[in-house]
């Protein structure tokens, strides 16, 4: 078995971010945005226009209850077994503001998992974070990264499209990319690319 290269996503893939915010987004504003919706834009879904909605997902991230999302034990389990035979790198779209808690919330469920945690912020590429640390394996919850990854020379096998979100549905055409429902998915798939040589 090879030794592997592998990034993996924070917000709905290392933790159920999308559904925290839909959530509490609603009850705090009497909105009834569904998970459906919660990847679009619209005054009369968010009640509010782009800008305010971007100020109320602001507040929300400055909330301990936000700060506290982390992994399910199944997770936890899962990334540190395939720590202890490949390389792991936390490549997440979130902005450089939210480094310190995101370290915090590593070292309390998951230390020495990962060899470092890169910020790409909403605009950011990951494809190009994943090309200059020679990953061999993304697992990410949004199409548009792993196909941006494999522009910049991701393996298609390595492309690993995390859960059944609404945005990511595999009625979608992406056929290119592995479609993983659960983490017990992720380790096969990756276990299966190890075995495989270069």
């Known amino acids: 078995m090879r030794q592997l290269v592998i990034a993996v996503d924070c917000d709905d893939v290392l933790v159920p971010t999308t559904p925290f915010f839909v959530k509490s987004y609603n009850e705090r504003y009497g909105t009834n945005v569904s998970l459906e919706q919660s990847h679009t834009e619209g005054d009369d879904i968010w009640g509010v226009s782009h800008d305010a909605m971007l100020d109320r997902f602001a507040e929300m991230m400055k909330t301990e209850a936000y700060k506290q999302l982390g992994p399910s034990d199944d997770e936890i389990r899962i990334l540190k077994e395939l720590a202890e035979h490949h390389t792991l790198y936390l490549v997440t779209a979130r902005k450089e503001e939210e480094r310190t808690f995101t370290r915090e919330m590593l070292d309390r469920v998951l230390p020495d998992v990962f060899t470092s945690m890169e910020f ?29 990854a494999i522009k910049e020379g991701l393996p298609k096998s390595g492309a690993l499209l995390f859960a059944d979100y609404p945005w990511n549905l595999p009625d979608q055409k992406h056929d290119d990319l592995t479609h993983c429902l659960t983490w017990q998915d992720v380790k096969l798939a990756v276990d299966s690319i190890a075995k495989v040589s270069v």
């Open 120 to 148: 790409v912020g909403w605009t950011g590429s990951k494809g190009e974070v994943c090309k200059r640390l020679g990953v061999d394996v993304l697992i990410d919850d949004n199409a548009r990264h792993l196909h941006d």
